[in-house]
């Protein structure tokens, strides 16, 4: 049920964090797996069963290059992000729709081009708990709208392409330790902060989103679209 053998997976934001291990996770599930990125020299590391594409997502020739060079598309993970200025009245407008056209606009127009490769599978979009409540001051306008928005994406892509057998559901990661959040929890005040609003008092580890990645992209979630899957230590439900 959870076997991804003979599936075809395409991960964006791969070369680091949470893409570079959801690529990791998918392979090991037995799934071909193209992993895209702008840093080749990181794809390079990823290991066996990982084919590294050279792919800006915010380019749409080569948005194109990588659905062509996967053929085929099983599993779909919008991982690459961009989180933009934290500060609305410094982000200018231009600015802010670089941002969405990062975090918004390419999954999009990657989740059309599977829909167009084949028959069913499922796309992941890989949103945050701040694309459903605030969390100022950390975030930001652009980053908060882009996440809330691929949300709604998700929503209204599931409605329309259910009948197609394509599975389209968000995964929503709370405060993970990652390259983008070091920061955040090497200062003891603010990873202070972290615990405390997390129930389960603690900042996530990357394998801790292991389970719910396989999850939605195997036939274990077969009966599951349109969602929201949130993995937070139960930051949001305080």
Not at 71 to 95: H, T
Request: hydrophobic content about 45%; glycine content about 14%; proline content about 3%.
């Amino acid at each position: 049920m959870f076997s991804l053998a003979g599936k075809t997976a395409v991960v964006t934001g791969a070369s680091s964090g949470l893409g570079a291990r959801f690529a990791s996770v998918l392979a090991s599930a037995g799934a071909t797996v193209y992993a895209a990125a702008r840093r080749a020299d990181r794809l390079a590391a990823l290991g066996p069963g990982i084919h590294p594409v050279t792919c800006d997502v915010s380019v749409a020739a080569d948005r194109e290059r990588l659905a062509g060079t996967a053929g085929r598309i099983d599993v779909l993970v919008n991982n690459a992000g961009v989180p933009g200025e934290q500060r609305a009245e410094k982000e200018s407008a231009a600015d802010f729709a670089d941002v969405l056209a990062v975090n918004l606009v390419a999954p999009f127009h990657l989740s059309q081009l599977m829909a167009e490769s084949g028959d069913g599978g499922s796309i992941v979009n890989v949103a945050s708990i701040l694309g459903l409540v605030s969390a100022a001051p950390l975030g930001g306008a652009s980053y908060a709208a882009s996440k809330a928005g691929l949300i709604g994406l998700t929503r209204e892509l599931a409605g329309q392409w259910g009948g197609a057998g394509i599975r389209v559901n968000a995964l929503a990661p709370g405060w993970f330790r990652t390259e983008m959040t070091e920061d955040l929890f090497a200062g003891e005040r603010s990873r202070r902060w972290v615990e405390r609003n997390t129930m389960l008092n603690r900042g996530g580890d990357p394998e801790e989103l292991d389970g719910a990645l396989i999850f939605l992209a195997s036939d274990a979630s077969s009966y599951y679209t349109g969602q929201v899957m949130v993995v937070d230590g139960g930051w949001t439900a305080r």
